[in-house]
Each structure stands twice: as C-alpha cells, then as structure tokens.
C-alpha cells in the first residue's frame, strides 16, 4: 500500500463541514425544487453539503450501485492485489445475467481494464458480476467487501446485496451517501476517475454509449453514472469541474432518461451560481513556524492534515477570514509528525467561527542533546516562575 493512497485515505475520512446553517436566507436563494424523490449537492473540495432534500432517505439505487463495484475494484488495483491485464474468466452466472449489458461470452477471457469499461461505461450487469467473481470468489462475498467500504466511507445509509442494483431485499442507498461515494473516486482514484468521462464503448463489435446524458450536454461535466428500475425510477450521479471547482450532484427518482439530466443540470447550475469553493489551506503546506523546547531543531513547521476548504456563499465569500491559534505552551520534543499545535479557523464577517481543524506538526523534531536540553530546562524554570 503506498504512502500517497494511506493520505487519500486520511483526507476523505476527515474532510471537515461547515454548517449550512451558517449560510443566511438572505445571501442564498432557496435551491431549485426537483421533480425527483431526493437529491444532494455537495461541493468536492470541502465535502459540504450544499443542498439536502431527503438526502438520507433509503432509496433503491439500481445501477448507481456499480460506483460502488468499481471503487472497491479500483482500490484493488491500488493494492497490486489485481492488474488491469489480468483476464476474467466469464461465468454462466455472468453471461446469463438479464438488464444492461457488456455482452460478454460464457467462457472468454475478458481483462479487468475492459470489464471496467464494461462497467462504468456500458453498465453492464454481466462485466459486474464477472469481476466480483473474480475478486471475491462470488458476488455475496463482493457485496461483503462493498459494505465494508461502505462502512469506512461513514455511508449510513447504504447497504448491498449484491454487485449490479438489481432489485433485492435489504439492497438500499441514498442521495448523500452516493455523493459521498462519487466524492472518494474523485479523491482517492483519479486515474480511473477519467474512464467516468467516456461516452462509448465498443465490445464484442457492439457500441454502446453512456447513459449519462450530460456528458454530451455540459462540457464541464467528467462523470459519474446512471441507474434505472422501475423501483427506483431514473436516477443520475454526476460531477462538474468549473474554473477549478468541481461540484456532486446525487439525484434519485426522477420519471426519465432525459428528466434525470435536466433536474441534475438544475441541481448543479444553482451550486456553481450560488457558491465558491475555496482551499484555505492545502495540506502538507507550512501555514506557521512553533517554537519547539529541548528539540534537536529549534522550530518545527506546522500545517493542516487534509485540506481546510470550504464552499462559501458567493455573495460573502470575501468577508471570511482565517485565523491560527496556537497552544499556550510551545511543544517539547520528541515531537511527532501529525502532533497537535493549535487549531486554524474560519472566521466569517459578524466574527463567529464558522470551521475549524488541527494545526499539526508536518515534520518530526527528535529531542536534543543533553546541553540543549539542559538548558531549556532552564529556560523553562525561569520562564514558570516570573510568567
């Protein structure tokens, strides 16, 4: 496992909220009423949350199941547990399988690449339970490892049966939950992100394109996945990127094909308007210098763990500012990377904190030697008793 994938990992799980809440009537206009069941808009960067209509409901997901069996598939890929040249052997089980599909042949030797374009492009219900086979062993062994991934993602309400959507008992998703899903495959796989951005793919001499209308429509929009049962309705999950900002829009149950893009374009036309999304703070940066006592160096270089963004309301964006506390006591050494040295804050207009994160320790200080020490003990003393 590689140290960039540890960080992603960190990054995700402790990406940092901002209440909206904070944000008043009267600097953002109420959000667009969609002719679907739920939805959710959340900004990439920070994570928040910017509009939430029923957006924890349990829902069917049907096919926007398939972001989940190809994040599990693209993180095995991370772990050099599979390869993209590795060849699936397609089941009976596979081939047979009704719905969508990639068209694969009982028998066949299909590599994991094309299994995943199988997947994210053609959402193909045979590809899907190939490659949990292939993985797993079987697909209620892969829907386990969904769940479990579900579980570190913090999807409350997200559970799986199987590797497809297709309607089971028990087999449920929500709107924030799969935004939160769509936010780690930006975040975490942004290699295999861009295979979410290709309108077509051929295989076994059929053309098949992407479901996803927008991809045609919106030039901004890179992804992510469609899905459709007579349950759960027409249901889309896409991302924009504009002028660096990328916004997630999750919206379940509308009546069509062309309705679930037309409500999703509303959903994210209102979020670019409306909001900027801002990095304050990018992480591994040095924001401050602390002091260190009895260390082998005499400062240590301070920054925050993950990201410090937000997406703020337009209109007020420029009246927030930043602001870094410090502990009252400089730290000892021995120091550890990632120690606590105090917290950053965002401070809107009126002065009320509206976020804030650990300021951390970016580098180990090593205690020093005995002289060093010895003297800042001193120092210490001193320091104590006259204040």
């Not at 409901?57 to 993209?84: D, F, N, Y």
């Not at 210098?289 to 997406?311: I, P, Q, S």
Request: include cysteine.
């Amino acid at each position: 496992m590689t140290t960039p994938y540890l960080v992603q990992r960190f990054v995700l799980l402790f990406s940092i909220l901002i209440a909206p809440a904070a944000w008043s009537a009267d600097v953002v206009p109420p959000p667009p009423e969609l002719a679907a069941k739920s939805w959710v808009l959340m900004d990439a960067a920070s994570g928040n949350v910017l509009v939430d209509h029923q957006g924890s409901q349990r829902l069917p997901p049907a096919s926007l199941t398939k972001l989940m069996t190809s994040h599990v598939a693209a993180l095995e890929l991370q772990r050099g547990r599979i390869k993209e040249s590795d060849l699936v052997t397609i089941s009976e089980k596979a081939w047979r399988m009704g719905g969508s599909k990639m068209f694969v042949k009982v028998g066949n030797q299909v590599a994991v690449s094309d299994l995943l374009r199988g997947i994210i492009v053609q959402s193909g219900n045979d590809a899907s339970i190939a490659l949990a086979e292939h993985l797993a062993g079987g697909e209620d062994t892969f829907a386990a490892l969904m769940n479990q991934e579900a579980k570190r993602l913090g999807l409350a309400d997200t559970h799986f049966v199987n590797a497809t959507g297709w309607p089971a008992d028990g087999h449920y998703s929500s709107a924030l939950d799969m935004a939160k899903l769509a936010r780690a495959i930006v975040i975490e796989d942004p290699e295999h992100y861009a295979l979410y951005a290709e309108k077509e793919f051929v295989w076994n001499g059929i053309k098949q394109p992407n479901r996803n209308l927008l991809l045609w429509r919106d030039p901004s929009v890179d992804g992510l996945k469609t899905g459709h049962t007579e349950e759960a309705g027409y249901c889309l999950v896409a991302s924009s990127k504009r002028d660096g900002q990328r916004l997630i829009a999750a919206v379940f149950g509308t009546d069509s094909e062309a309705a679930r893009a037309t409500e999703t374009a509303k959903l994210l036309a209102y979020g670019f308007n409306f909001f900027d999304s801002k990095v304050f703070f990018k992480q591994g940066a040095a924001v401050q210098t602390v002091d260190v006592w009895k260390g082998a160096a005499r400062t240590v270089k301070a920054g925050v763990a993950n990201d410090f963004a937000a997406a703020l309301p337009k209109r007020t964006s420029g009246e927030y500012q930043t602001r870094i506390t410090l502990a009252e006591e400089a730290p000892v050494a021995p120091i550890a990377a990632g120690a606590p040295l105090g917290r950053v804050e965002l401070v809107g207009g009126d002065g009320k904190v509206v976020m804030q994160a650990p300021l951390v320790a970016l580098e180990a200080v090593e205690e020093g030697g005995f002289f060093r020490r010895v003297w800042d003990s001193i120092r210490l003393f001193f320091r104590g008793l006259f204040g």
